[in-house]
Structures are given as C-alpha cells and as structure tokens.
T-cell receptor
Framework: DGGITQSPKYLFRKEGQNVTLSCEQNLNHDAMYWYRQDPGQGLRLIYYSQIVNDFQKGDIAEGYSVSREKKESFPLTVTSAQKNPTAFYLC??????????????FGSGTRLTVV | AQSVTQLGSHVSVSEGALVLLRCNYSSSVPPYLFWYVQYPNQGLQLLLKYTSAATLVKGINGFEAEFKKSETSFHLTKPSAHMSDAAEYFCAVSSQAGTALIFGKGTTLSVSS
C-alpha cells in the first residue's frame, strides 16, 4: 500500500544537538510539507517543496533546515538554533501543490522531546 | 491572505447527539476547503473536501459539511455522535496555487455515554 512513513515515532534531543526527522513517501507525489503541531496552536508550516531540489520557507522556518534530493524523501533537520523544539512533527504530501484540489496525505508523525 | 477560524477549541456532546463543529474562512478567491480528523499521536486523515462541485459535501464516517459563501463558513456536522468520533478536528483552506494548506487551530470533540 502507498503511504508516507515518518521515523522515528519518538525522538529525544539533548541541548545543542541537531537531529534529523525522516519522511519518505511512495505515492509518487510531487509536493511535500513539514508542519509542527503544538497543543492549542494547530498546524504551523515549517517548509514545503514542490519539486526535487527546490523548497520554500513556511511561517516558522527559523531553526530548521530541509533537503529534497529525491522525489520520495524530504528530511527535516532540527538544529540547535531552534530554541523550543519539543513538539509533534507531521510530514505530508500532495500530488501537485499547484492544484489544491487533492488535499494532503499525512504521515503518522514524530514526537520530539528535548531532554 | 487566507485564514481559517475554528470557533470553540473544545466541544462536548452525548452519544447520539448532533455534532456541530464550526469553521469560518477568509479568502479573496474561491477557496478549496477541507476537514481533517486526528486521533491521539497519529497523523491527520481527510474527512471531506469542498472543491466547488456541490455546496453540501458528504465525507467518511457519516460526517458532512455545507459551504455557505454568504457566511464564509464550512461547518462540519454529524446527526448522531458515536464514542469513536472523539478526536481532534481541523479545518483547512487553500486557494492559491503553489502554496500550502492553512489550518485552523483545531477543535477537540469529546463524546460521553
């Protein structure tokens, strides 16, 4: 079955560390997205990518970085510059970002905790 | 600019009662509107979407939503709540090609027996 796989499900980060969250899709979708979810704040867009080797900042990109070297993969790095990284991170994909009709398919999320 | 407002961060109903979750949007062009559901520690699942084909949209699990342009609303309803409906619900809007979905802050639905 096609879908989006996020790993790991739970991740613990020490102060000053960079960590990378994995997101892989086998839906042949062109566009991929990273959202951060905090209680009571809904989903906030971190980065999104419409095609390979291209990505755009979202509303809260500071302290995060991404790459899109393959169509199937869109990893998110939480850098030490992100001062409050504890949150639930959701990856999503869509057939084409230029056609909003289709909506998104979401992964099951990664819960990141600073220890 | 697009935006979504979900009225009520928490809604409580009894099993068998009507479910009404409110969503108002702001968009300068005809929008595409979505409702998603999220169960604890999981991703979001699409419930239904409005894409201008019909103003009353039926989704999965007995949910439906009505697009009202004059009220800029897209409220989610279900005639009879079930315990399994307890979850968080998100309304989202998209109207500009090449941009990402904008989500509301979510409404947590509790269902009591």
């Amino acid at each position: 079955d096609g879908g989006i796989t996020q790993s790991p499900k739970y991740l613990f980060r020490k102060e000053g560390q960079n960590v990378t969250l994995s997101c892989e899709q086998n839906l042949n979708h062109d566009a991929m997205y990273w959202y951060r979810q905090d209680p009571g704040q809904g989903l906030r867009l971190i980065y999104y990518s419409q095609i390979v080797n291209d990505f755009q900042k979202g509303d809260i990109a500071e302290g995060y970085s991404v790459s899109r070297e393959k169509k199937e993969s869109f990893p998110l790095t939480v850098t030490s510059a992100q001062k409050n990284p504890t949150a639930f991170y959701l990856c999503a994909s869509s057939r084409r970002s230029t056609d909003p009709f289709y909506g998104y398919t979401f992964g099951s999320g990664t819960r990141l905790t600073v220890v | 600019a697009q935006s979504v407002t979900q009225l009520g961060s928490h809604v409580s109903v009894s099993e068998g009662a009507l479910v009404l979750l409110r969503c108002n949007y702001s968009s300068s062009v005809p929008p595409y509107l979505f409702w998603y559901v999220q169960y604890p520690n999981q991703g979001l699942q699409l419930l239904l979407k409005y894409t201008s084909a019909a103003t009353l949209v039926k989704g999965i699990n007995g949910f439906e939503a009505e697009f009202k342009k004059s009220e800029t609303s897209f409220h989610l309803t279900k005639p009879s709540a079930h315990m399994s409906d307890a979850a968080e619900y998100f309304c989202a809007v998209s109207s500009q090609a090449g941009t990402a979905l904008i989500f509301g802050k979510g409404t947590t639905l509790s269902v009591s027996s």
